[in-house]
């Protein structure tokens, strides 16, 4: 594991944020980060998420480890990488899309599913690559692949939850994506700031006790 990898595989959960707006985007954050989940992927599902990114920044420095996902253009990988997002995160693996992503610098996570796919991304150089939707195969998918790939950092993301955090990471995950079970939307349109920062104490407590 490279040393490039050393926040992702600290902060070990990265909140996959999508909201309605850039207020809600950064209240959202603020629930999860109290919470004790640091690693917040803003999407660009958000509007004008490029701010939201360097806000987050500059409100946290180096205490929350702050990227952006859903990036499919290669403005996007741009724009994040000038907002100063850490990672860039993309649902899928694009050629040139992830060649402009490695470009940035930033640290890569780019979208896979099958084993060719994985092959694919592992060939272009990504540092991590995401397994999406990994909720289809769940942990035992995530462990199936690491017969032909047993170095490859591989992150799932869709399907994870307290419960079932363990298990991703007995079976080989450097990091996790959580999207609904911690950054979940209803409670974001509801300005639930309080369940927010519940469900990223469930995630955080669960994390430590598969670290002790």
Not at 3 to 25: C, I, K, Q
Not at 89 to 106: E, F, I, K, N, W
Not at 172 to 186: I, K, Y
Request: proline fraction near 7%; avoid cysteine; charged fraction near 20%.
């Amino acid at each position: 594991m490279t040393a490039r990898l050393d926040r992702a595989r600290s902060t070990g959960v990265l909140a996959v944020l999508r909201a309605p707006s850039p207020e809600l985007a950064l209240e959202a954050s603020e629930a999860i980060i109290r919470g004790g989940v640091t690693g917040i992927e803003v999407t660009y599902s958000t509007p004008d998420a490029p701010a939201v990114i360097r806000e987050l920044i500059t409100r946290h420095g180096d205490s929350a480890y702050i990227g952006a996902g859903t990036v499919t253009t290669v403005e996007q990988a741009e724009a994040a990488a000038e907002a100063g997002a850490e990672f860039l995160v993309s649902p899928g693996t694009l050629p040139d899309l992830t060649r402009a992503m490695l470009d940035t610098g930033r640290v890569v996570m780019t979208g896979a599913m099958t084993p060719t796919e994985v092959m694919g991304a592992l060939a272009l150089g990504v540092d991590v690559v995401k397994i999406f939707p990994a909720s289809l195969g769940g942990p035992s998918y995530l462990g199936a692949l690491r017969g032909p790939f047993p170095d490859a950092p591989l992150m799932p993301t869709g399907g994870v939850s307290p419960d079932n955090l363990a298990d991703w990471f007995a079976a080989g995950s450097v990091a996790v994506g959580a999207g609904g079970d911690l950054a979940n939307a209803s409670s974001i349109k509801a300005s639930d700031w309080d369940d927010l920062t519940q469900r990223a104490e469930r995630f955080s407590a669960a994390l430590a006790a598969v670290r002790a």
